[in-house]
T-cell receptor, first 109, second 114 residues
Framework: GQNIDQPTEMTATEGAIVQINCTYQTSGFNGLFWYQQHAGEAPTFLSYNVLDGLEEKGRFSSFLSRSKGYSYLLLKELQMKDSASYLCAVRDSNYQLIWGAGTKLIIKP | ETGVTQTPRHLVMGMTNKKSLKCEQHLGHNAMYWYKQSAKKPLELMFV???????ENNSVPSRFSPECPNSSHLFLHLHTLQPEDSALYLC?????????????FGPGTRLLVL
């Protein structure tokens, strides 16, 4: 079966750095997405990785290792507004998006 | 503002009611999706429309009936729902199904079935 694993919940301190991991087992691979979802709001697109390596976008970076079936989202200089759920999704060989259950990130002052 | 709107934002209905959820996208996309989001579970894809044609129906019970009159509008008709259908229903759109598939989501309809 196809599976995406990410931690259920993480806590970090304002101003710090946090890394949210995502591991996947899917039928083929056609890219990995990270989305941010604030409580009661729409998921919003953060990043897309299809090749190995690090993609940096401001305070957020996303890393992919296809050989290891592994990605992480790195958030730097954490702000209170970063408190949200972070969803990892992988597009398989049929272009179906397989979703993780999301990681709830709690930022403390 | 994501360019995808959904109405209503909240809905409470009894098991014998009939209601409809509406989604509209203003992004010029050709693919639209319905998802169900339950607490602490992955997003469940329900239906996919690509260029107004339904391309996927992921074993969704017949009490959920989608309608896509054009590429900008998507409906989900609900009837005789069960309490376990209570969830957040999200609509999304993308340029097209397949490679051009960064999906953009609406804010969702929070549904409670009593």
């Amino acid at each position: 079966g196809q599976n995406i694993d990410q931690p259920t919940e993480m806590t970090a301190t304002e101003g710090a750095i946090v890394q949210i991991n995502c591991t996947y087992q899917t039928s083929g691979f056609n890219g990995l997405f990270w989305y941010q979802q604030h409580a009661g709001e729409a998921p919003t697109f953060l990043s897309y990785n299809v090749l190995d390596g690090l993609e940096e976008k401001g305070r957020f970076s996303s890393f992919l290792s296809r050989s290891k079936g592994y990605s992480y989202l790195l958030l730097k200089e954490l702000q209170m507004k970063d408190s949200a759920s972070y969803l990892c999704a992988v597009r398989d060989s049929n272009y179906q998006l397989i979703w993780g259950a999301g990681t709830k990130l709690i930022i403390k002052p | 503002e994501t360019g995808v709107t959904q109405t209503p934002r909240h809905l409470v209905m009894g098991m014998t009611n009939k209601k409809s959820l509406k989604c509209e996208q203003h992004l010029g996309h050709n693919a639209m999706y319905w998802y169900k989001q339950s607490a602490k579970k992955p997003l469940e894809l329900m239906f996919v429309y690509n260029f107004k044609e339904q391309t996927e129906n992921n074993s969704v019970p017949s009490r959920f009936s989608p309608e896509c009159p054009n590429s900008s509008h998507l409906f989900l008709h609900l009837h005789t729902l069960q309490p376990e259908d209570s969830a957040l229903y999200l609509c999304a759109s993308s340029l097209q199904r397949g490679s051009q598939e960064t999906q953009y989501f609406g804010p969702g309809t929070r549904l409670l079935v009593l």
